[in-house]
């Protein structure tokens, strides 16, 4: 068993995983993830051998401060381990809309509940701290997990390229899901982005 961590800087508390800023001495843990062939078949058109050199680099776009992408790390709350990574990507701030990126890295972290908790901070973060109106996804048909965390999230279809992936001997639809801000309960945002309330003695 993996011995706790100390509390790393979160931004997004929920009530099994936190979201907070990447980490560049985590780089070696990323690059681990975005090797595993296992991971990324699901999510990727095609897995193949990432350097430190390009992870690093990937990192640094996003560290620096960009507007229009916004990475999490994602860390599991009883633990403090870091346990993935998940982004909102090609962000439009005058249109409203993001695409949404997830992996959860390490294989023992999957099926519990905490992509989809995360996909949820994930919303709560693009509608109620950024204020966008619609946030989409690609997934691939074969992806049940995926599909499933996404759903319990509220993400839904809507609309399919179809045949569009080909994977394991067969041809599968590319699955596309949105959520719009009207549709979404913030679970922990809401109560941090109010205004204040007027003291009792103030006019
Ligand atoms: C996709 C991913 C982010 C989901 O996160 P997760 O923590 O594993 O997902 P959750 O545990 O929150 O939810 C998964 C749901 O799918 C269900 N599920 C898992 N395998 C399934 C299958 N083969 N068929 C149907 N449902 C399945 C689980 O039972 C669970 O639903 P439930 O809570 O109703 O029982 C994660 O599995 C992952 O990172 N996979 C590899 C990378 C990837 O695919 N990224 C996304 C690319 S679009």
Redesign the pocket.
């Known amino acids: 068993m993996r011995e706790a961590q100390a509390r790393p800087v979160v931004n997004i508390v929920g009530e099994r995983v936190a979201l907070s800023p990447l980490r560049r001495d985590l780089l070696e843990t990323y690059q681990r993830w975005f090797n595993e062939f296992q991971?990324?078949c699901?999510?990727c058109d095609m897995p193949r051998p990432v350097t430190l050199e390009e992870q690093t680099a990937q990192y640094e776009a996003i560290a620096s401060g960009s507007a229009t992408r916004v990475g999490f790390q994602i860390y599991e709350r009883a633990t403090w381990e870091p346990i993935?990574t998940c982004a909102l990507i090609d962000i439009d701030h005058r249109n409203g809309t993001a695409e949404f990126?997830?992996?959860?890295?390490e294989p023992t972290?999957?099926?519990?509940?905490?992509?989809?908790?995360?996909?949820r901070l994930a919303l709560d973060y693009a509608f109620t701290a950024l204020g966008l109106h619609n946030v989409m996804?690609?997934?691939?048909e074969f992806?049940?997990?995926?599909?499933?965390?996404y759903q319990?999230a509220g993400f839904k279809e809507i609309g399919r390229r179809r045949g569009a992936r080909r994977f394991a001997g067969r041809r599968w639809d590319v699955i596309y899901m949105d959520c719009v801000a009207d549709e979404f309960t913030s679970p922990v945002l809401s109560e941090i982005f109010r205004p204040d309330s007027p003291r009792p003695d103030s006019q």
């Open positions: 991971t990324l699901t999510p993935g990126v997830i992996i959860i890295g972290h999957r099926g519990r509940g905490f992509g989809t908790e995360a996909t996804l690609k997934v691939y992806n049940r997990a995926g599909i499933r965390a319990k």
